[in-house]
């Protein structure tokens, strides 16, 4: 009887030790198809409009955006013209519908009707896009501008100018750490010779007719992206378009300008900032440094967001599993390593107790080296593509369409190609250990990087210098 009892438990130890290591392995995942969603079908106009859309089988509702290119805020001369026609759009009357009858059909059907000078948005069911695009285009391109609405947009102005008048004395400059760290990055920024001032609108002797005059210069046709999800297939979509917005006036060409300076680094070592903090009882740590050449959408865009992913992106990284789970330092801890316009950043932050500050820094520093000197397993690697594809995947929703919008919106700035989307859970599974490894040492630079401490810092001090050069400063900005 003993015998087998030790048997049992011998059979029962080796099953539950079995079943606990199957737990550890991330299921295989589906070899990758291309999606039947994600697709953008390019369609333009006899006009200049140009159109996507974004098809979506068996959905009944649908979702259409408009984006209208003109001149910004700082750009714009007629400022005064603007903000009554926004005021018209806002007020939904026009020539067809001038007795609120859009606002009667939102409520309706259900639907949403936006129009602005940047364009809007329609929301409705399939079945009534010819009610809801016959109202939409009828408010943007005939609403009803009043004199009163000139008036009101007028004192508008005028009382919150009183408001804003400047004070006899200046405010004192607030210390802040974001700028310090800027500067140590890229350098002390350039003082302009003159400030760039916004024109005031100018409503003195401003007509209706003024106000349709520069609707007709600044809503047109040719600067303009339709966006549109739904269940249609691109001849029933190009008949819709040419149907309600075939007859949308071009004008003159307008070409947005790039106002983003792309940022280069100085930093040649680690520098640590400090600031005080008497009272604190924990330490605000950020780890921030400067990714070069990851522009927006560039060639090892997804390979970086999964190193990100395994860096510090969610619950199972490197960063959360050792200073969460392994040593409880802290509650929380993220990383952010992608792309932008501007060269692309990298960061880190979380907070820990005072006490634990330097040994909390200490391991995001060993945890950023381990990733550039050895290999990720796979199953790290695994985890982390399965995840991003899932992410991914339920992004691409008609109910909540962001993401063919932003595409849309993006893709002729960067050139890329309709598929795209289609194609990125692809680009997903082709990423290797290798690649993960090759993004790291380029990408995670814990020796150019610049940390920053909101902490107590008669507890901080002589603790930190170990890592590189400590600037202290008070709450004021003054060095300790």
């Not at 070899?31 to 697709?39: H, V, Y």
């Not at 990087?449 to 600037?471: A, Q, Y």
Request: proline fraction near 4%; aromatic fraction near 10%; hydrophobic fraction near 35%.
């Amino acid at each position: 009887m003993k015998k087998l009892h030790l048997f049992i438990l011998f059979v029962c130890c080796g099953f539950l030790g079995h079943a606990q290591v199957n737990r550890t392995v991330p299921p295989e995942a589906d070899t990758p198809q291309q999606l039947n969603i994600g697709k953008l079908i390019p369609i333009v106009l006899d006009n200049g409009l140009r159109v996507y859309l974004a098809p979506v089988k068996d959905y009944p509702k649908f979702t259409m955006s408009v984006n209208i290119e003109s001149p910004s805020l700082d750009e714009e001369t007629r400022l005064a013209e603007k903000r009554v026609l926004g005021s018209a759009y806002s007020n939904k009357l026009s020539k067809k519908y001038p007795n609120h009858e859009i606002d009667s059909m939102e409520n309706t059907y259900p639907a949403m009707i936006n129009v602005n000078t940047y364009g809007g948005t329609v929301k409705g069911m399939k079945k009534d896009i010819d009610d809801l695009l016959d109202a939409y285009r009828d408010l943007m391109l005939h609403p009803i501008i009043a004199k009163e609405t000139i008036s009101e947009r007028h004192k508008e102005f005028l009382d919150r100018k009183k408001k804003t008048k400047k004070p006899l004395s200046r405010p004192l400059r607030k210390f802040s750490l974001d700028a310090l760290v800027d500067s140590l990055l890229f350098g002390a920024k350039k003082e302009e010779g003159k400030t760039k001032t916004r024109l005031d609108p100018n409503f003195k002797g401003l007509t209706v007719q003024d106000v349709y005059d520069y609707k007709n210069d600044r809503i047109l046709s040719n600067n303009s992206l339709v966006v549109i999800v739904g269940d249609f297939s691109e001849s029933e979509c190009r008949a819709l378009m040419t149907r309600y917005f075939g007859d949308w006036k071009a004008g003159a060409e307008y070409v947005k300008k790039n106002t983003v300076e792309q940022k280069v680094s100085i930093i040649k070592s680690r520098k640590i900032v400090v600031k005080d903090v008497p009272d604190a009882v924990q330490s605000k740590i950020s780890f921030k440094w400067h990714l070069g050449d990851a522009y927006t959408y560039f060639e090892d865009d997804i390979k970086l967001q999964v190193l990100n992913k395994i860096f510090g992106e969610s619950q199972l990284s490197y960063l959360y599993k050792n200073l969460r789970e392994d040593k409880g330092l802290c509650y929380y801890i993220r990383s952010s390593v992608g792309s932008s316009v501007a060269g692309g950043t990298g960061s880190v932050a979380t907070d820990v107790r005072n006490e634990q500050t330097a040994y909390a820094v200490e391991n995001i520093i060993l945890e950023m080296l381990r990733l550039r000197n050895e290999d990720v397993s796979v199953s790290d690697l695994k985890i982390a593509k399965n995840s991003l594809i899932g992410e991914y995947t339920r992004s691409l929703s008609p109910i909540a369409p962001i993401s063919y919008i932003t595409f849309a919106m993006q893709k002729d700035v960067y050139g890329l190609p309709d598929d795209y989307l289609q194609n990125k859970v692809r680009q997903y599974y082709d990423v290797s250990i290798e690649d993960v490894k090759a993004m790291a040492q380029k990408y995670i630079d814990p020796f150019k990087c610049v940390i920053t401490i909101s902490g107590k810092v008669s507890e901080l001090k002589g603790k930190l210098e170990k890592f590189g050069e400590v600037l202290y400063y008070d709450q004021n900005g003054n060095r300790i």
